[in-house]
């Protein structure tokens, strides 16, 4: 909301400037984003005398007008105004002049004819902005002197301010207003508004004769107020108005349109004029809608109404929703003669209900669906009323015409002044409480109160009457928060908090998380953090057939994007990204992790049934699979090129089986086996699924050379491991295993075997044959050459003997590692070496 | 005789003086004292040198001997430490050159600052508590006094998967499952981090996804001052013990009083681009739990009080570390990891 500082200062007496007043508002919680200066003044334009008149040669609607500008200044101006006559003394922006809102008026040619500025009508002067319906150029009074700037004719002062709030829902159920901003400057400065006296002369038949209202919905409409204007004089509005309604943001358009915003940006209290001829029988019923009615509404929408709805409707037909849109057929136009305004008060709930259920919202229902003052209607009809009067736009029928069968209780709430300090741990007296509340408008007495005149402070209960526009204070905590705010937050106590000690922990889960990532990070690599939204094409980009398990996502009802219609099932697409995000800035030598959730749908959300799950205290888990997930990848060099290094090796697989081979011993995951595997987004023949105490939890494996191609990678290695089964486990504590007491003897063995046999089955049959005394079996080397028979490959082991009771001998350990090398020989026909 | 041993002597010590290597030194040594050396040769001699004449020589060739050992051995260390002086100079590494990188990854800055927070709480005796980011309008919502029709619901934009499933808008629906798991038990002292949603297009200040800590506290007799007085000293934790806390009255449906949390800007005041020149940058939302969310999560308002603040990760590490774009964090450029994440935490 955009707050004009000169307007408020009309309401009440501002001891600050603009900006030091933005602050203290925004202390007591009427936010200030920010404070702007605005400029009417128009430089460059003068007063000039028409001279001559000619029609255009090529527009016939235009005029060629010669006019006297003063100082020898004759210029000619092309026009679109018609009905000026010669010696007419009008506003004219030279060239270069400036009008509000930093429109700059150049000399420009309009078919064929030079124009040396621009002839300007009142709203144009006033705010910058186009001219209203009808208006034309302004016609000076005759004591204005050509030549002569127009600033001083039109009382241009140099700047006011506009301070723009950023009000919060229960601050714009009371301060979206002038008033409202006032009555927080009163309760800040304790002085009160500036009383205000508008004068009003009634003439003609009394308002009764022109118009009759009935209110069936009296739970929907508590209260209705008309005020009748007859022998309305169209134009524009004057120039203060229009200033100020451009100031606050609005386009001013004429005088009876402009004085409702006037009077809404003023009070708070939307308006709506209606044209009393077009009302049949001059009737006005506020009903809920029959089935099937509908109404075209000011913006030209037709819409089809139901009985849930409110409106205002004449004789025959509705002629509006209540306190959301009035009527294309019944709104005045220039041509109106009688106008019937409204000021009424609606229940929010009913026109929340119809604007949303139509999807429409005006500055009306804004207001009226968060909460009206429901004293604020005859007041607001009288503003007009007094505004139109004084601005000569017509005459002021006699008296008002209300509805108002039941009158507004005003909320009463009791409060204990012990809690109120209770709450805010500070020890305020009873005085304060009740002097701060008053100051904002509201009236507390003690709840027991004898005659006695002198209320003593150590009363504690108190009744407090609301005032009538709070409508966001329905509890004694609310009360709280105005005795605090009033009193600033600032200026009460503070303390580091009390009470029995507690013990902060941290779960298991979340400790396996942290304990995870920095094992990862220290094995050098970066953590990433991905979006949890993603689109089905990511599914295809990870080569995902059509009928895939894997493409089962939870589906967004309302995304925003194509590429955020899921919750993700998967961290391979933000994992992809990131290294193709990396590459394409020639950022190659890298690995990333993520430990992040992805989202499984375990049952079926359509018969998703709210009550049971609340019934379950809210587990969702049987619906709504929530699970951590682990996400690894590598590309380019494990070391970046270096003087000592070289260029160094390429991450390939085993880089990634090593790594994860490391998670599973530091987080004692258990037995880990890698086996082969055929998952779409990897490369057919470099690829894993690694189980976990023989339970599948995750692939990993070089990308499929087809995702590189698309992605511009060189060769990227990635894995995805489920976490959940080993972080929800309890932390595992090691027991020491005794030191060895005794040496170890060591035994290679190297030979030939046929490529297709797998080390883990070469190994296998290393241990079985070895038995117990076999501590520790290493691979250390393995080649291939073309000396080789086809299809074969050369392995070297080390083998670790050792006892934990004796020394071993080699006529021990001899016969044992003969039996190995045998068995190699035996049973997987290798050729030793 | 006498001369002969005192030339000798004179000749050898030159000799081994002018020594350049290990290999003379090892010549003289048999020229001299070798079995066949001239030194040997003439201690051998004295057995003609008349009886009387003889102690006196034997002493003069004997000193001679060690004279020339000791100059041997003291030319040889000479010698050997010349060896290994030019050894050693060859040696010698050129400092400057580069060192050779340990590669160390590091958290992603949002994880860093999330656990600094974290840490802040679990030493004030706050205990984390994880909620589903796929929640109940029921929690998200209702229980949160933001019943359906509530004009806060439109200022949180939200995504739905049903009519009754949603992702939070905010880690606050975790008060109420907090307190309905620990309820009647006193006190609650609860940080819940995690991910919540918001329906917003993206651009330099909004994701549709962000990051929030919740903290909540629950006992008899907890106050407004109780809230100050943990936000001051977060701030200044967090911020540096300079900082200052300003509170100024704000809505939250499940809060009231409410209030947001300004801290004093680095700049004190003097104006930069973080604060916009005010001298106060907003840093989150808090206050004290309303008496209707206390109650759906099945404690007595009468009883016991409780204060409860949100705060926003991103935000927190935009300010702390200078980030003017929020779409940096999700980008995950190395240049950006390798200079806000921290090593080994
Ligand atoms: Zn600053």
């Known amino acids: 909301m955009l707050l004009p500082y000169g307007w408020l200062c009309e309401l009440v007496e501002v001891p600050w400037s603009a900006s030091e007043l933005a602050d203290r508002l925004s202390m007591v919680g009427v936010k200030v984003e920010a404070v702007r200066e605005v400029d009417f003044r128009c430089p460059g334009v003068i007063v000039a005398r028409v001279v001559s008149l000619l029609p255009h040669p090529e527009n016939p609607r235009a005029g060629v007008v010669t006019l006297d500008g003063g100082r020898r200044l004759s210029p000619q101006v092309v026009t679109t105004a018609l009905g000026l006559s010669p010696g007419d003394l009008v506003p004219l922006a030279l060239p270069g002049a400036r009008l509000p809102g930093d429109r700059r008026v150049e000399a420009e040619t309009f078919g064929g004819v030079r124009s040396e500025g621009m002839l ?89 004769d022109h118009v009759r209202v009935e209110v069936h919905d009296t739970d929907g409409c508590p209260r209705y107020v008309a005020r009748v204007f007859h022998d309305l004089v169209p134009g524009p509005s004057p120039c203060w108005m229009q200033r100020r309604l451009a100031a606050a943001g609005l386009r001013p358009r004429n005088r009876l349109v402009d004085t409702t915003n006037y009077v809404l940006l003023e009070l708070g209290q939307p308006l709506h004029a209606f044209d009393r001829d077009r009302l049949a029988e001059g009737r006005i019923i506020v009903r809920r809608a029959a089935r099937g009615e509908t109404l075209v509404g000011l913006d030209g929408e037709e819409r089809l109404l139901d009985p849930g709805m409110l409106v205002i409707a004449d004789a025959c037909k509705p002629v509006a929703l209540a306190g959301i849109i009035g009527g294309a057929d019944t709104g005045v136009t220039p041509g109106t003669r009688v106008a019937v305004l409204e000021s009424a008060h609606f229940h929010p709930a009913i026109v929340r209900r119809t604007s949303l259920k139509l999807g429409l919202r005006t500055d009306a229902s804004a207001r009226f669906e968060k909460w009206s003052d429901p004293e604020a209607p005859p007041l607001a009809a009288d503003r007009a009323a007094a505004l139109l009067g004084a601005m000569a736009a017509g005459k002021v029928a006699p008296g008002r015409v209300e509805v108002y069968p039941r009158l507004h209780a005003r909320t009463i709430l009791r409060m204990r002044v012990s809690r109120v300090n209770g709450l805010l741990g500070a020890n305020l007296p009873a005085s304060e409480v009740r002097g701060r509340l008053q100051r904002l408008g509201f009236e507390a007495t003690p709840a027991k109160h004898g005659r006695r005149r002198e209320i003593p402070d150590d009363t504690d209960v108190y009744l407090v009457t609301v005032p009538s526009w709070r409508g966001d204070v329905t509890a004694e905590v609310d009360l709280t928060e105005e005795v605090a705010r009033s009193r600033g937050y600032d200026e009460l106590p503070s303390c580091l908090p009390r009470g029995t000690l507690t013990v902060g922990q941290r779960p298991a889960r979340l400790s396996a998380i942290e304990q995870m990532a920095t094992i990862i990070a220290a094995a050098g690599l970066d953590e990433i953090v991905t979006s949890p939204l993603m689109g089905p094409v990511a599914f295809d980009r990870l080569r995902l057939a059509p009928n895939d398990p894997g493409r089962d996502a939870l589906v967004l009802a309302n995304p925003l994007a194509e590429d955020q219609t899921l919750l993700r099932s998967t961290l391979l697409p933000g994992m992809i990204e990131v ?3 990396n590459a394409g800035r020639r950022q190659v030598d890298l690995g990333f992790f993520e430990l992040g959730t992805v989202f499984r749908r375990r049952g079926d959300l359509s018969g998703f049934g709210l009550k ?3 019934r379950q205290g809210g587990d969702l888990s049987s619906w709504v699979g929530e699970e951590l ?21 390429r991450a390939d697989f085993f880089d990634l089986k090593g790594l994860i081979e490391l998670l599973g011993d530091r987080l004692s995951w258990g037995e880990l086996r890698f086996e082969p595997s055929s998952h779409p987004s990897f490369h057919p023949t470099r690829q894993a699924c690694l189980r976990v105490n023989g339970d599948t939890r995750g692939f990993l494996g070089e990308l499929h050379p087809k995702i590189l191609e698309a992605q511009g990678l060189d060769r990227a290695l990635v894995a995805e491991i489920d976490l959940d089964p080993m972080a929800r486990r309890q932390r595992y504590r090691r027991r020491l295993q005794p030191l060895p007491r005794h040496p170890a003897l060591l035994r290679d063995v190297s030979f030939v075997v046929g490529a297709h046999l797998p080390v883990a089955a070469v190994e296998m049959a290393i241990h079985e044959a070895a038995g117990p005394l076999l501590e520790k079996l290493a691979l250390f080397d393995v080649y291939q050459d073309e000396a080789m028979a086809a299809g074969s490959r050369s392995l070297a082991y080390s083998l670790t003997y050792r006892a934990l009771d004796r020394t071993l001998t080699d006529q021990e350990v001899d016969p044992i590692h003969l039996r190995v090398r045998q068995t190699l020989v035996d049973r997987l026909g290798a050729v030793l070496r | 005789m006498r001369t002969d041993i005192d030339r000798l002597r004179e000749e050898a010590l030159a000799a081994v003086a002018c020594a350049g290597d290990i290999e003379a030194l090892d010549q003289f040594q048999v020229l001299y004292l070798g079995r066949k050396g001239r030194v040997t040769t003439i201690l051998r001699g004295l057995a003609g040198v008349p009886a009387a004449e003889r102690p006196a020589l034997g002493a003069i060739a004997n000193q001679a001997r060690a004279e020339i050992e000791a100059a041997l051995a003291r030319r040889r260390q000479e010698l050997a430490a010349e060896v290994e002086r030019r050894r050693q100079a060859a040696e010698a590494i050129d400092v400057t050159l580069p060192g050779v990188p340990w590669r160390v990854g590091r958290r992603h800055v949002l994880n860093v600052v999330r656990k600094e927070i974290e840490e802040f709480f679990l030493h004030l005796g706050f205990s984390i508590a994880e909620g589903p980011e796929v929640e109940l309008d029921h929690y998200n919502f209702e229980l949160l006094n933001i019943p359906r029709g509530h004009p806060a619901r439109e200022s949180q934009d939200t995504f739905y998967l049903t009519d009754e499933l949603l992702l939070r808008t905010h880690t606050s629906p975790t008060q109420v499952r907090v307190m309905q798991a620990m309820a009647p038990k006193l006190p609650v002292r609860v940080i819940s981090p995690g991910r919540v949603y918001r329906r917003d297009s993206v651009d330099a200040s909004h994701l549709p996804f962000f990051h929030q800590v919740e903290v909540l506290a629950v006992d008899r007799g907890v106050t407004f001052a109780d809230l100050k007085g943990t936000l001051e000293h977060f701030a200044r934790s967090f911020f540096g013990q300079g900082t200052r806390v300003r509170l100024r009255p704000s809505y939250f449906p499940f809060t009231e009083p409410s209030g947001e949390v300004d801290v004093s800007c680095m700049c004190e005041g003097r104006g930069c681009s973080a604060c916009g020149g005010k001298g106060w940058i907003e840093l989150l939302g808090a206050g004290m739990v309303h008496p209707r ?45 390798e200079q806000l994440g921290e090593e080994g935490c």
Do not use: K
């Not at chain 1, 910058?128 to 208006?135: D, H, I, K, L």
């Not at chain 1, 997930?629 to 590309?635: S, W």
């Open chain 2, 293 to 337: 969310v206390l109650e759906a999560g099945g404690y007595d308002p009468e009883e016991v009080a409780g204060y409860a603040l949100g705060l926003g990760v991103e935000r927190a590490a935009m300010l702390v570390h200078g980030i003017d774009d929020i779409r940096l964090f999700g980008q995950n450029d190395i240049r950006f990891l």
């Open chain 1, 629 to 649: 997930r682990l996400a690894l990848g590598l590309m380019g060099r494990r070391h970046p090129a270096h003087w000592r290094r070289g260029t160094g090796d």
């Open chain 1, 579 to 581: 290294l193709a995000h």
């Open chain 1, 612 to 614: 049971s799950a609340v």
């Open chain 1, 120 to 208: 300007c009508s009142l709203t144009e002067l006033a705010c910058g902005q186009p001219p209203g319906e009808e208006e034309g150029v302004l016609i000076l009074p005759a004591a204005a002197v050509p030549g002569s700037p127009v600033d001083p004719l039109l009382e241009a002062q140099p700047g006011d301010f506009v301070l723009e709030l950023e009000l919060t829902v229960n601050y714009a159920m009371h301060c979206q207003s002038v008033l409202g901003v006032a009555r927080e400057v009163a309760a800040l400065t304790g002085m009160p508004l500036h009383a205000r006296d508008h004068a009003l002369t009634e003439t003609g038949a009394d308002a009764r």
